[in-house]
Every structure is written in C-alpha cells, then in structure tokens.
C-alpha cells in the first residue's frame, strides 16, 4: 500500500547528540515536510522540499538540517545546536502544484517521538 | 508571511449537534488552498476537507462542511450531527499557490460528549 512511513517511532537522543530521523513515501509525491508539534501545540514547520535536492527553510528550521538526494526520502537531522529538541516530530508529503493546481493535498506520516535524556 | 489563527483553543458539543470551528488566515495571494485536518488521540493526521480559492462553492464531505469567506479571509468548519469520535485536535492550514508551503494553525480541541 502507498503511504508515508517515519521511524523510529521513538527515539531517546543525549544531550549533545545528533539523531536522524526517517521519513520515506511511495505516493510519488514531489514535495515533503517536517513539522514539530510540542504538547498541546500546533504544528510548526522546519523544513519543505518541492523536488529533489532542493529544500526551504521553516519556521523553525535553526539546529535542524536536512538533504532531498532522493524522491523518496527526506530525513531530518536533529543536531546539538537544538536546545530543546524533545518533541513530536510529523513528516508529510504532498502533490507538486503546477500552474497554480495542486494535484494532491498532504498525506502524514506516524510521527516520531524523541526525548532527550 | 502567511499566518493561520484559530483563536478556539478548546470546545465542547454535545453529541448529534452541530459545531463550527473557526479559522482566519493573512495572505496576499487571490490564489491558494485552505485544509482541515483532524488529528485524533493516536496522532495521525487525517485530511478532513479542502477548499480552493478560485471556487467559490463551499466544500462538503459527508457530515462535514465549510463556510468560505474569501474577502473576510475566514475558513470555519461545521460538523453536523457530532459524534464520539469526531473528538480529536482539529488544524486549520494554507497552501501557497507556488512553492508548496503548507502551514498550520495552532488547533482546537473538539471534545464530544455522550
């Protein structure tokens, strides 16, 4: 079946630490998302990519990193610079707009869950 | 800088009324997309309904529909006949017509009761 899978479903990271986390799609979308959703909060975003190795900068997006080397993938670096990185993290991918038509509204992922220990 | 507010942090229904949610959002744009999203306790996100600014027809899906104000720049969701679980956090977000930027408001907790 098509979808979006993220994983690990939790990961526990020690202070200093970077961690990636997993995000792949087989919906054939062009473009893909992070989001950070702190409790009780909205989602906020961190990073877009419409196509491959390309990416934009969120709202967010400081002590963050990410790379779009394929279609399918669009993992998300969490680095020591994030001072507060325990959080729910969403990725989502969505159709290409073209010419003003988007094709395809965003699809989710599972959502990882990391702590910081 | 597109923004998104749902200024109801919390309702509440009772079950088989009627609730609207509300939702306005800044943009300089005449072209774009607006979304609900229900994100349950399980914390999947889950497309609820979409609308495009170039139509001027409010979207429906089932149970649910929404009132789309374009000059007002307001984007209410109603849920008709409420049920258990339409209990979730309910996100009201825009898509830019280039460049794909999706961004979210802040939600409503929507609680049903029996």
């Known amino acids: 079946d098509g979808g979006i899978t993220q994983s690990p479903k939790y990961l526990f990271r020690k202070e200093g630490q970077n961690v990636t986390l997993s995000c792949e799609q087989n919906?054939?979308?062009?473009?893909m998302y992070w989001y950070r959703q702190d409790p009780g909060q909205g989602l906020r975003l961190i990073y877009y990519s419409q196509i491959v190795n390309d990416f934009q900068k969120g709202d967010i997006a400081e002590g963050y990193s990410v790379s779009r080397e394929k279609k399918e993938s669009f993992p998300l670096t969490v680095t020591s610079a994030q001072k507060n990185p325990t959080a729910f993290y969403l990725c989502a991918s969505s159709g290409q707009i073209d010419r003003g038509r988007l094709n395809t509204e965003a699809f989710f992922g599972q959502g990882t869950r990391l702590t910081v220990v | 800088a597109q923004t998104v507010t749902q200024s109801q942090p919390e309702m509440s229904v009772q079950e088989a009324e009627t609730v609207t949610l509300s939702c306005t959002y800044d943009t300089s744009e005449s072209n774009y997309y607006l979304f609900w999203y229900k994100q349950p306790p399980s914390r999947q996100m889950i497309l609820v309904i979409r609308?495009?600014?170039?139509?001027?027809q409010n979207a429906t899906e089932n149970r649910f529909s929404v009132n789309f104000q374009k000059a007002a720049k307001s984007f209410s969701l109603k849920i008709s006949d409420s049920q258990l679980g339409d209990t979730a956090m309910y996100f009201c977000?825009?898509?830019?017509?280039?460049?794909?930027?999706?961004?979210f408001g802040a939600g409503t907790i929507l609680r049903v009761k029996s």
């Open positions: 919906l054939n979308h062009d473009a």
């Open positions: 977000a825009f898509m830019r017509p280039y460049g794909n930027k999706l961004v």
């Open positions: 609308q495009e600014a170039y139509k001027q």
